[in-house]
């Protein structure tokens, strides 16, 4: 399909960041897992499990749309399954981090790994809708909810890594 071919460097270049970067969120809490544990499960389950879905989220959204579909029906029709999924995840998640007790989440925290993945989720069902319609502008939905999904993961991905770094040292100094 002609309107999809279009996009096909787009979608190989957010794949291949979100596929590494999921990558090395695994390399980095392995390298940090001798680090005394904070109750790391229930941290982990409210701000790094929901990394590595948006990340992975991106990865296969890039994957789905460089396959060489004959209608825009079928990949629509994924992604908005995708952006369905995604909204109550985004509200799993705020369940997650109001129960966890380790870290007291900031606006930022709520903007990085809520609000932006729910908008981004919200758009991916908005546009399946769309896509038989308007396939021009529902790309750019998609296109739009993939890179909210990786940048939300880069920030979430950084802002773990300086957290394990800075505020968790090892002499158990907590920044103040």
Known sequence: ??????????????????????????????????????????????????????????????????VPWQTIVPPAALWGLMGIAGVPYAVIVVRRMRHQTVYQPEFEDWLFHVLLPLAAYAVL??????????????????????LLLLFSGIHNAWDSVAYHVFGNRRDGQHRT
Request: proline share 5%; aromatic share 8%; glycine share 8%.
């Open 1 to 66: 399909m002609s309107e999809l071919a279009a996009w096909d460097s787009f979608y190989v270049i957010v794949g291949s960041a979100a596929g590494a970067l999921i990558g090395l969120q695994f390399v980095v809490l392995t390298l940090i897992a001798d680090r005394p544990p904070l109750r790391v499960a229930e941290a982990g389950a409210a701000f790094a499990t929901p990394t590595i879905v948006h990340l992975g989220a991106a990865l296969l959204l890039s994957a789905l749309l460089r």
């Open 125 to 146: 069902a908005l546009s399946a809708l769309a896509a038989p319609f308007k396939t021009h502008e529902a790309l750019f939905g998609v296109g739009a909810a993939a």
